[in-house]
């Protein structure tokens, strides 16, 4: 079966253009030619369709999608029948969460806060459907001109009742470290907190301009999520009300039993800031002494070692296995859609 391309009709789908592309899959819009609808497709590449992993991981994205039912969440379309693999989504008309902090960071933090609550709705919904997200990034998260968030790109996300992964829209990249709990650096499955975390990453960023590690070396940025702490907000942003550098903090806590519990927690804190307690959590990222940081990291960078040799092992064989596609320029949902 050849590749289809805007203007070609899939099943009930007439492509209209392409909205993204990735190593494996393209999103094109698309017009419903029963309801009238438009919507959005992914559509893996053919040479990838005979892949059984493969096709094992993109059937079970479209099941998490189906089961998942929340004004937060893209909601994905049943098609009457398909002739081959695909997924079919609602279109959202909105920019990405990059876009909006790339021309408005630092928000107000009302806005910031209500971006954050929303995505804290839709966190509380889909954990409580045994569905972490795993790659929660601004990329991965879109708003609609009336300020609705949705969430998408469920490629990576941990579904409990299949108790497996799952994996698609993979290039030679895997997901943004910079939003990666350090569970996931080190190599771990990571829970719900998870979410939790890359959830504080992003509320930082939108409050301060700035990350949690700000540094362009990655390796750098890796290890200091592993064994060191993130820089208070108000070394960004000094009049920020210390309340909402707690949660911040709160949420992006190293250790994963120090994070918020659930994301309900976070949203209670989110809703209702005046109310949050401020424990001293900033006063405690200050530096100790010269020789304990040395000692800190000396062991962060070994326990990293090991986790990097085993993640790039893993990295190699995900490349010879799916090499990325020659690079394509290409439009979103007037921001960016991965």
């Known amino acids: 079966m050849p590749e289809v391309g805007v203007g070609e009709t899939l099943d009930q789908f007439k492509l209209t253009e392409v909205i993204a592309r990735s190593g494996m899959a393209s999103i094109f819009k698309a017009a419903d030619l029963i309801s009238g609808q438009t919507v959005a497709i992914k559509i893996p590449y053919m040479q990838f369709e ?19 039912d929340h004004p937060n969440i893209i909601k994905a379309v049943t098609p009457r029948k398909k002739s081959r693999m695909y997924i079919a989504m609602e279109f959202i008309d909105g920019v990405s969460l990059r876009e909006i902090v790339r ?61 497996r992964l799952t994996w698609s829209g993979l290039s030679s990249t895997i997901g943004t470290p910079d939003y990666m709990a350090p569970e996931q650096v ?55 009300d210390p309340r909402l550098e707690e949660i911040v903090l709160h949420a992006i806590e190293r250790q994963m039993k120090n994070r918020y519990a659930s994301a309900a927690q976070m949203l209670e804190d989110l809703r209702e800031p ?21 000692i800190r990291r000396a062991v962060g960078i070994g326990a990293f070692f090991v986790s990097l040799i085993g993640f790039l092992v893993f990295l190699i064989w995900l490349a010879n296995r799916y090499p990325a596609a020659p690079a394509q320029p290409h439009r979103s949902y007037r921001g960016e859609v991965r």
Not at 53 to 65: H, K, S, T
Not at 274 to 292: M, N, Q
């Open 50 to 68: 005979s892949d059984v992993i493969f096709y094992g991981r993109f059937q079970r994205e479209e099941e998490v999608l189906r089961r998942l």
């Open 186 to 240: 080190s190599g771990r499955r990571g829970d719900a907190r998870t979410d939790i975390y890359s959830l504080g990453v992003m509320l930082y960023e939108m409050l301060t301009a700035s990350l949690p590690y700000p540094t362009s070396n990655v390796y750098n940025m890796m290890r200091a999520k592993t064994s060191e702490d993130p820089q208070p907000l108000t070394r960004h942003r000094p009049d920020l």
């Open 274 to 294: 005046s109310r949050v307690k401020v424990s001293g959590r900033a006063r405690h990222l200050h530096p100790r002494s010269l020789r304990a940081q040395k």
């Open 103 to 163: 021309t408005e960071a630092p928000m107000k933090p009302e806005r910031a806060l209500e971006l954050a609550s929303q995505i804290g709705e839709a966190l509380v919904y889909m954990h409580g459907q045994g569905v972490v997200h795993r790659d929660l990034k601004p990329e991965n998260i879109l708003v609609t001109a009336a300020g609705v968030v949705k969430i998408m790109d469920f490629g990576i996300a941990l579904d409990e009742q299949a108790r």
